[in-house]
């Protein structure tokens, strides 16, 4: 069902670069919709489990990868510290602390890959801005430093 | 200015009697514009435009790009002259690139832009402007919009035929524009020696294959006159490049009037496969010489200058069959290479026809000895024999051609104010439209190119009065599209641009829009004051000079509470913009600060030096609004006097308490 949808947005960004002709929603194949899926903003086809973004599934060990959460402590340092701290305390953007438990695995994969559709479409990312008033850059992560990271946030979060 | 216009109303008007064409009364311009012109140049917002366009900015020494056809300016990208917009010429990463062998240049004069090329075809890599004071060609990067490499050319007073480059980007040229004495001879020598003492020379500028790198090939030292124009052959014309040459009267003075005095002056051809075979074959005599080559690199996020001393020359007068000279009427300023490169079209500025030269008969001319004699050694070939026809009464002051795809020719008419269409095939004109006013160069969407597009053409006018809302006595100049895709050329936007437009390019907007960098990897950073995150920023005093590596993102500077500065010292703030992220400039600045604000692209770190003038704390902030707390990324810094004891602090988000006496109570 999600292929479908895939599908249809695929043909309709075809149509919209041929033609400029704009993405009507008489020309598309409707998406049927799914009333269990269907996110609080009302999106039907958001998934505000897993958000958006090219990750489905995400293993995760039962104890720590102590040198990947290392190598994700680097590159907070880079490119996250600036504005999230690791206690509960708001800085630019919210404290890390319990983050792991506030989202699934494949949600902080995918906000941290697919920031702006996410910032876009998340209800509570939306609630987060409304607070932060500052839209979370996208930092351009490869998908090995955005796995560290989140085995950093583990860490943070007490998994030995 | 309004004696030049007055003087060209009434010929235009006479020369429009004379053809028996209707009279186009510039006070009725409106009435010649059609009621489908704005459908043409509508761009909806949201959506691109379908080209764009390279222009040079002229005296602002800058390049200005716009997009086709809205004509809506994109961006004005700094190249010859400071821009403290950007911070150009005021980071000290940009410096060495406006460095020349007379030091630190801050202005020229920027007239034409070239599109690299690959066979005979735009390739969208880079874009090349000259410099028409102090000679230099510049190389634009296309993937970053960003002036990338500078060189400038020794024995040369002016650079003006220039950067016309050759069919594969092979080279650059350069030619003199104004004669002088060569760099290696005394040059304190009496103006009224000109003929005795001064050369022109040209420069082939080789381009690098694969990273664009300049490098003057060689030079060819011919005689002293003013070169003006150039293109190189193409196809069956390749091997070849073409200069037109004025002042062969060689007058050292009122050159308006002596300068004039020949009804015909030359078209230089240039066999540029021979003088690479003699440059080979150990021809070239090495100069010694000054100039300054720089380069941007985008990995050190800085510009390199270094100071040259050879150069190879070629001497025309004695290598026989490197230059060849035929007579063009009169003056000539453009001299421009049909699409098959079979044609080099003259236009003699005090002309009134328009003579087309065939490349095949200045090759037979040449085997044949076909000459009728020499100018200071070079041969000249004889006018009937190299000419394939001339195109009569089109106009008044023609100046340069480019063609479409369909075997036309479009020529701009200085004196007339008109763009004349006429055919290659038999030289007949087809069409014409006025310009408002005083048109100077004109292209065509690959008009230039093997291949031209011929949708749409540009002119681009020197005179604009009346056009726009009076601005005060300096208007702005113009450019005009018309689309050329019918039989009748129709004027369809008029529009103000920055500087003097004079050359200018069209290319589509695919080989380009792909390309473009969206922020630098921080990972390639190799700025030696590159900070890695907030976590390595730091304040270092060295002597008298303290250096600030400094982080900016969304919306604080890190460190935003600096002490312990000191009267007499010199600071560089090295601030690295952290986001990773399109379109998320920050910018730099501090109170009094003496040069202008940075602008650090995402990834990018740049140094602002700062001279502290008196005591007392100086607020610095972020100039380009980049979120909703915009107005809080700001900071202090504390100057005390020379000697103070006041020890270097530094931080965000954390207040020390007070390190010395002057808080104690
Ligand atoms: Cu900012």
Not at chain 1, 121 to 128: C, F, G, I
Request: aromatic share 10%; charged share 20%.
């Amino acid at each position: 069902m999600k292929k479908l949808f895939v599908v249809a947005a695929i043909g309709c960004l075809t149509m919209l670069t041929f033609s400029w002709g704009g993405c009507d929603s008489n020309t598309e194949t409707p998406a049927p919709v799914d009333e269990t899926k269907k996110s609080e903003n009302g999106n039907p086809s958001y998934d505000p489990h897993r958000g958006e973004g090219k990750f489905t599934k995400v293993e995760v060990g039962a104890s720590l990868d102590a040198a990947m959460a290392e190598t994700g402590n680097k590159v907070f340092g880079v490119k996250c510290s600036s504005c999230h701290k690791l206690t509960e305390e708001k800085l630019v953007g919210p404290g890390w602390k319990g983050v792991t438990a506030r989202h699934s695995p494949e949600w902080i994969m995918n906000f941290m890959t697919n920031t702006d559709a996410m910032i876009d479409k998340d209800p509570k990312v939306q609630a987060q801005l409304e607070i932060c008033l500052v839209r979370m850059p996208n930092q351009n992560l490869t998908d090995a430093d955005a796995r560290a990271l989140y085995e950093f946030q583990r860490k943070n979060d007490g998994v030995k | 200015m309004m004696k030049k216009l007055k003087a060209t109303f009434p010929a235009f008007v006479s020369i429009a009697l004379l053809f028996g064409m209707p009279a186009c009364k510039p006070k009725n311009a409106g009435n010649t514009v059609s009621s489908d012109a704005a459908d043409k140049v509508y761009v909806a917002p949201g959506q691109y435009d379908k080209f764009y366009n390279f222009v040079s900015g002229g005296f602002s020494g800058q390049m200005s790009v716009y997009g086709l056809p809205s004509g809506r300016l994109l961006r004005v990208i700094p190249a010859f002259s400071v821009d403290p917009e950007k911070g150009w010429g005021y980071s000290e990463e940009t410096k060495p690139m406006l460095n020349t062998s007379h030091g630190f240049v801050p202005w020229d004069d920027l007239h034409h832009v070239q599109v690299s090329k690959t066979n005979g075809e735009y390739d969208g890599r880079w874009v090349f402007g000259n410099a028409n004071n102090t000679p230099r060609v510049a190389r634009i990067d296309l993937k970053t919009f960003r002036t990338v490499e500078i060189i400038e050319l020794p024995n040369s007073g002016g650079n003006h035929s220039s950067p016309f480059i050759t069919e594969n980007t092979e080279y650059v040229v350069a030619g003199t524009r104004f004669s002088v004495p060569p760099d290696d001879k005394n040059g304190d020598v009496p103006i009224n020696t000109y003929k005795q003492n001064f050369k022109g020379t040209i420069s082939f500028i080789s381009v690098g294959k694969e990273d664009g790198k300049m490098d003057i090939a060689f030079q060819i030292q011919c005689p002293g006159f003013n070169f003006d124009l150039s293109r190189a052959g193409k196809g069956v014309s390749h091997g070849w490049f073409f200069f037109s040459c004025y002042n062969t009267e060689q007058a050292n003075t009122l050159l308006e009037v002596n300068a004039s005095q020949k009804d015909k002056d030359f078209i230089m051809a240039v066999n540029w496969k021979k003088a690479e075979e003699y440059l080979k074959a150990g021809k070239g005599r090495k100069q010694t010489v000054k100039y300054a080559h720089n380069i941007y690199s985008d990995i050190t996020h800085s510009a390199t200058s270094e100071i040259r001393t050879e150069v190879t020359v070629l001497d025309a007068k004695e290598l026989k069959d490197i230059c060849y000279f035929f007579p063009c009427p009169k003056s000539p300023h453009g001299c421009d290479v049909s699409p098959g490169g079979e044609y080099i079209v003259g236009s003699g500025k005090l002309a009134a026809l328009i003579p087309v030269f065939s490349f095949e008969k200045i090759q037979k001319a040449i085997a044949a000895k076909d000459y009728i004699g020499e100018f200071e050694g070079i041969p000249i070939l004889k006018y009937e024999s190299v000419l394939y026809g001339e195109v009569q009464k089109p106009g008044l002051g023609p100046l340069h051609t480019e063609f479409d795809n369909k075997g036309n020719a479009y020529t701009s008419m200085f004196v007339s104010s008109e763009v004349v269409k006429w055919s290659l095939k038999d030289l007949t004109v087809l069409d014409r439209v006025p310009t408002y006013y005083s048109v100077g160069h004109l292209t065509v969407a690959g008009g230039d190119t093997k291949t031209p597009n011929g949708k749409y053409l540009v002119a681009y006018n020197k005179i604009t009065k009346d056009r726009f809302l009076p601005t005060g006595p300096e208007l702005s100049q113009s450019a005009q599209l018309y689309d050329i895709s019918g039989d009748k050329m129709q004027l369809i936007l008029d529009y103000p641009t920055i500087g003097e437009p004079h050359y200018a390019q069209i290319v589509p907007a695919e080989l380009i829009k792909g390309n473009s960098v969206k922020f630098f990897k921080m990972e390639e950073n190799k700025n030696p004051y590159f900070s890695n995150g907030e976590g390595t920023t730091k304040v270092v005093r060295e002597g008298n000079k303290v250096h600030v590596n400094m982080t900016a993102i969304r919306s604080h500077l890190t460190p935003d509470n600096i002490e312990g500065i000191r009267m007499g010292d010199e600071v560089y703030f090295h601030i690295t913009n952290l986001e990773q992220d399109w379109d998320v400039p920050h910018g730099f600045a501090i109170k009094g600060a003496s040069n202008a604000e940075l602008l650090i692209m995402p990834g990018e770190t740049q140094t602002l030096k700062w001279n502290p003038d008196k005591v007392g704390i100086f607020p610095m902030y972020c100039t380009d609004f980049c979120s909703a707390l915009h107005q809080e990324m700001s900071g202090y810094i504390r100057v005390s006097p020379a000697g103070s004891n006041v020890p270097l602090l530094f931080s965000t988000g954390k207040n020390y308490p007070a390190s010395d006496s002057a808080n104690k109570k």
